[in-house]
């Protein structure tokens, strides 16, 4: 048989092709060329190739949980089955995890599949844990995505996506609940290439019976059909045969059309399998897979699967998947550091000199204190050896490196390249912190995790004097474990505010308190974080005299301070002549500018999209500042930025959320009125469906304060139909009107 596209335009699509050849050098395997040639270290890359360090990423109630707990059943890490209605999944460990059925902490869980370890991160679909999937995307080397079979891809699912998307994450795609009434795995491989704007390559298509009862998939590559029955509850004993065996000549029509699609997409990116296909040959399944690897890494293809993992259905061709065609680290066999003076270095993965590893989330457990989870990105990391914090500038002394299972570990004597590890006995260490080893030549940062600021504010009042020491205590523990909480504590009233992503992350936070810390408190209601916005850029040369104890501080500082496009976070530019006075003085002038952001001028609000560049200073001046104490000149740059602020105004913004929304298209007008209520404007409208039933998707931006109790109120107007996200998107400047209730409800009068 040929092998070729489907339709008229087949001859056009070979010649296309056939002068489309070119020599090209491919990419896979790069981390050979630096092989040493002795047994040892090609053993050692071996090894490497065989780890794969994945994150799961999906929309809220996809199936992440369930499915995680089928692969871990089948890896034969579990010998009973979780299920998330009754709270007995293994990855969500957490009493509220257990209680919502929704993962809230990413549980990293360590099993071997076919000679490959594998370190999986089971990680949240609500949109109130943004920085937990940050997290474990970060030190992700590929991804698998879960989409749902009836809805397709859906809001969250395109949030996460975009996230996995900043760190160029291979992506293998699973369509789960294949067995739902309405499941069409067709449109939801067209969601994907609507929605996600990526190339999808379909490895699998479903097989349905005569009721339309799901009932196993063909894998396009192996040419094999694997089918379950009813009396195989744990998906163990599939009938597994030819394809050319099935007794349908519908579905073996079906597969030869899917195996076309599937050799036009590959020989598109593949000369070789472009070769194979205009000479009419059928490439062989390790060619085919081979390439299918090459192109999933490159992010030119994404593999599709299809499954119903509840029924125990299609996990194990998804197991398979995530080795044959997720990166190892040694796919990537280079990363870049970021060195004190912002120069950057590139560092091999097998460089044995310059060990570096990432600390990508701080838990505390009861027994042995905060667990501090890292990536190791190259080198080998031993228990009770010192290693350098880059980021907290202070050495720290690991007591044991541990294996994580859930809330289970198991020791291990070192922390190796390319593998996720918890580390105990960490004293300063946070999330996004780099760690090298104490003894090397050079210390350099790794890019860290990009936290969100906090977006929501509530008020907590202990109700005694003890229960006030048990919050401060356990605010500080979490604060370490999760940075996208924030604490504000007013100095004149003594008020704390606790800041957080959304409404059900911060119940959560005060659950933990009360439950785990036995924290008797108040909470008040939810309040916005509002900030104030540079109105013009303003350049001031601001001379600054003043006595600190028995030394006198005489400088002058030139800063600019302007607004940045997008109104994102603040920037610190320091000019050569102030990197020249040397790393602690530097970093007390940018310690300076913080702290003079922190407060606004106009009502004592945290400024937002602020550039601040501080610029030249005279060169008869730079003996003195470098003879001046560290905090001296801390106050200087505050001083100097406070007073050019002050020149320059400010305005207040408020958060702008973006709100996407998949609701039933009768429902449509009733929200569009409710979100033209709360001062939203709708970006665009989009209805897509049978005749039966159809389905509008929205997306819309509005102000954060007007969608306080927004979720039960979309559910009331749509009837529980609503499936719906909101993230933060921008800043934006309120009308003169709501500009006045925001100064009342800030100053409280």
Not at 213 to 240: C, H, M, N, W
């Amino acid at each position: 048989m040929l092998y070729n596209p489907k339709g008229v335009e087949r001859g056009a699509w070979m010649l296309r092709n056939m002068m489309r050849r070119v020599s090209v050098v491919t990419t896979h395997n790069l981390g050979r060329r630096y092989a040493h040639k002795t047994s040892q270290n090609v053993n050692y890359a071996k090894a490497l190739e065989r780890i794969r360090n994945l994150g799961i990423i999906a929309h809220i109630d996809a199936g992440k949980t369930t499915t995680t707990e089928r692969m871990l059943f089948y890896s034969g890490v579990v010998k009973n089955l979780g299920d998330v209605d009754e709270g007995s999944t293994v990855t969500d460990f957490l009493r509220d995890e257990r209680e919502r059925g929704i993962t809230i902490q990413s549980a990293a869980v360590a099993f071997n599949w076919k000679d490959h370890q594998v370190n999986l991160i089971d990680t949240p679909g609500h949109v109130d844990f943004t920085l937990e999937v940050e997290r474990s995307l970060r030190v992700m080397d590929g991804a698998v995505t879960i989409i749902e079979g009836v809805a397709g891809v859906q809001a969250q699912t395109e949030t996460v996506w975009r996230q996995a998307t900043t760190y160029l994450l291979p992506n293998v795609i699973y369509v789960n609940k294949m067995d739902r009434e309405g499941a069409n795995f067709e449109h939801a491989v067209q969601t994907i290439r609507d929605r996600l704007q990526v190339k999808p390559i379909v490895v699998q298509i479903p097989i349905f019976d005569s009721n339309h009862r799901f009932r196993g998939v063909i894998d396009i590559i192996k040419k094999l059909a694997i089918q379950y029955s009813d009396d195989d509850e744990l998906g163990l004993t599939p009938r597994i045969c030819d394809v050319q065996e099935l007794n349908s000549p519908e579905l073996l029509q079906k597969y030869e059309s899917a195996r076309e699609d599937f050799l036009e997409n590959l020989a598109d990116c593949d000369d070789g399998i472009m070769d194979k296909v205009l000479e009419g040959q059928d490439p062989s399944q390790s060619t085919v897979k081979a390439s299918l690897r090459r192109a999933t890494i490159q992010r030119k293809l994404f593999p599709v699967l299809c499954g119903a993992s509840l029924r125990n259905r299609g996990v194990h061709g998804l197991l398979d998947a995530t080795v044959d065609y997720l990166p190892s680290p040694m796919d990537h066999p280079s990363f870049t550091v970021r060195k004190f003076d912002k120069s950057t270095k590139t560092i091999h993965v097998r460089d044995a000199d310059h060990a570096a590893a990432l600390a990508f989330k701080v838990t505390h457990d009861k027994h042995m204190g905060p667990l501090v989870f890292i990536r190791v990105y190259s080198g080998n990391l031993q228990s009770r050896h010192a290693l350098y914090n880059v980021t907290q500038k202070q050495k720290e002394l690991p007591a044991k490196f541990l294996r994580v299972f859930a809330d289970s570990v198991e020791e291990v004597a070192a922390a190796t390249l390319g593998g996720v590890y918890a580390v105990t006995g960490m004293k300063v260490t946070r999330t996004g912190d780099t760690l090298t080893l104490a003894s090397q030549r050079f210390h350099a940062e790794l890019d860290s995790i990009q936290v969100p600021e906090a977006v929501f504010f509530v008020a907590l009042e202990a109700e005694t004097k003890m229960d006030e020491e048990k919050l401060n205590e356990a605010l500080a523990l979490m604060l370490r474990e999760d940075p996208s909480l924030t604490v504000i504590v007013n100095k004149e009233t003594g008020q704390t505010l606790l800041g957080g992503m959304g409404e059900l992350h911060l119940e959560i936070v005060v659950n933990r308190l009360r439950r785990d810390h036995q924290v008797e408190l108040r909470m008040g209601k939810p309040r916005v974080a509002y900030r104030e916005l540079v109105e013009r850029e303003f350049e001031i040369k601001h001379r600054y005299d003043h006595v600190f104890g028995s030394e006198r501080l005489e400088a002058t500082l030139t800063v600019r301070v302007s607004r940045n496009e997008g109104m994102g976070k603040n920037t610190i530019n320091l000019a050569k002549s102030v990197l020249a006075l040397g790393e602690e003085h530097a970093e007390a002038i940018r310690d300076g500018v913080r702290s003079a952001l922190e407060a606004g001028p106009t009502i004592g609000l945290p400024l937002v999209g602020a550039n601040v560049d501080v610029l030249e200073i005279p060169e008869e001046e730079l003996d003195e500042l470098r003879a001046a104490k560290p905090v001296s000149l801390q106050a200087c740059a505050g001083a100097a930025v406070r007073a050019a602020l002050r020149a320059s105004g400010t305005g207040i913004v408020e958060p702008v959320m973006k709100v996407e929304l998949n609701v039933p298209e009768r429902f449509v007008s009733d929200v569009i009125r409710d979100l033209s209520r709360r001062r939203g404007t709708v970006e665009s409208v989009s209805t897509k469906g049978s005749a039966t039933y159809r389905h509008a998707s929205l997306v819309s931006l509005a102000p954060l304060q007007e969608l306080i109790g927004y979720s039960t109120s979309v559910r009331s107007a749509t009837q529980g139909a609503a499936a719906f996200s909101i993230h933060f998107e921008t800043y934006g400047r309120p009308d003169a009107g709501h500009e006045e209730k925001i100064l009342k409800e800030v100053r409280g009068y």
